[in-house]
């Protein structure tokens, strides 16, 4: 097995610089050295770790990257392939300049109380299409919001603990999730649905105005009330709902 690192070459793309890393797998900007390329000039290559190469973790990763390239969505990250090569496990996808956390930290002035809505409602709008399509995404967090700097466009990624069905179920033990950003019943180990990114959603909200030292507007309370209730029940229906409300509604 090849060790996967700067300068490695897979389907014609030139390994970069590492973007990004978690647990499982690492991200690198990648640039295509034939001169029409098979997808973009640019993309993002994600890489499993070698020492995840169990069965099930490959399995996971596998499913993660199919998950992602069924879907066609200008608010969602588009996957390319899902590729094997030299023993190693490979996701071609669309690649952005960074997360929404990333740019807050970083370039927290290229950000204003309206461009954020925009932001906030193409977001809404990625995880809507998820839903409708039967997925539950299961990590919503500003750092799963990749953003181009001119901010043209916002995409949600990292499908890696989505569920494909209505209930998920977690057979009495939490798993996965990122903290604070966890509903209570999936961190209970009880069933949760769509109603689970909601929560999450309306978390990733209230950290998005806590960041940036945005001042919570009526609206944006409700917003944040609404779909981060503890109980499910007392939530919005969908995330159309968050739409409906910040694109027919005036923000003050």
């Given at each position: 097995m090849e060790k996967i690192r700067t300068g490695y070459i897979v389907k014609n793309y030139i390994l970069k610089e590492m973007v990004g890393s978690g647990g499982f797998s690492t991200v690198y900007r990648a640039e295509s050295i034939e001169p029409f390329p098979l997808y973009n000039s640019i993309i993002a290559v994600k890489v499993l770790h070698p020492r995840r190469l169990e069965r099930n973790q490959i399995r996971q990763f596998v499913k993660e990257g199919k998950i992602a390239k069924s879907l066609e969505h200008p608010n969602i990250v588009k996957v390319f392939d899902v590729i094997q090569e030299d023993g190693?496990?490979?996701?071609?996808?669309?690649?952005?300049?960074?997360?929404?956390?990333?740019a807050i930290r970083a370039k927290k002035n290229i950000f204003n109380e309206k461009n954020i809505i925009d932001i906030i409602v193409k977001a809404a709008k990625g995880i809507s299409y998820i839903h409708k399509n039967g997925i539950v995404h299961k990590d919503i967090n500003p750092s799963n919001i990749l953003i181009t700097y001119s901010l043209e466009k916002i995409k949600i990624t990292d499908f890696g603990l989505s569920q494909i069905g209505r209930w998920i179920f977690n057979r009495g033990k939490f798993k996965g999730g990122t903290e604070g950003y966890i509903a209570p019943e999936i961190y209970e180990g009880r069933p949760g649905d769509e109603k689970s990114d909601i929560y999450s959603f309306g978390k990733t909200i209230e950290k998005i105005y806590k960041e940036l030292n945005f001042p919570l507007n009526d609206k944006i309370k409700n917003i944040i009330r609404i779909a981060t209730d503890p109980k499910p029940e007392n939530r919005f229906e969908s995330m159309?709902?968050?739409?409906?409300?910040?694109e027919t509604r005036k923000i003050e």
């Open positions: 190693n496990f490979f996701i071609l996808m669309e690649y952005l300049d960074t997360d929404l956390m990333k159309e709902g968050i739409v409906y409300i910040l």
